[in-house]
């Protein structure tokens, strides 16, 4: 088992940017497919960015591509999210998740952190 605590959320005004950082502790981090959902009220959870074991592999939902950039450090236990560009639209529940199975594709994780809220204003 994996527990995650995300940090980094906070306010900022539409152009700006965010860090994200999730910290991992348990099992070996290193044996995790690792991924970036966000969520809204009233709406279901998005995937945002997956990053596999090593990093080699990285997917990103269309609409933040070019803007959002997903990376992890297996020696620190940890995993990124820079957010760049941020638009009104990017506000959301950020919540980082990790998952055993080794495909970077699908939606299906098995532990998940509290979140950590990203407000962009206009």
């Known amino acids: 088992q994996v527990q995650l605590v995300e940090s980094g959320g906070g306010s900022v005004q539409a152009g700006g940017s965010l860090r994200l950082s999730c910290a991992a502790s348990?099992?070996?981090?290193?044996?995790?497919?690792m991924g970036w959902f966000r969520q809204t009220p009233g709406k279901e959870r998005e995937l945002v960015a997956a990053?596999?074991?090593?990093?080699?592999?990285?997917r990103y939902r269309d609409s933040v591509k070019g803007r959002l950039t997903i990376s992890r450090d297996n020696a620190r236990n940890t995993v990124h999210l820079q957010m760049n560009s941020l638009k009104p639209e990017d506000t959301a529940l950020y919540f980082c998740?990790?998952?055993?199975?080794?495909?970077?594709?699908?939606?299906?994780?098995?532990?998940w952190g509290q979140g950590t809220q990203v407000t962009v204003s206009s």
């Open positions: 998740a990790a998952k055993e199975r080794e495909a970077v594709d699908g939606i299906v994780y098995d532990y």
């Open positions: 348990g099992r070996t981090f290193s044996r995790y497919t």
């Open positions: 990053i596999s074991r090593n990093g080699g592999v990285k």
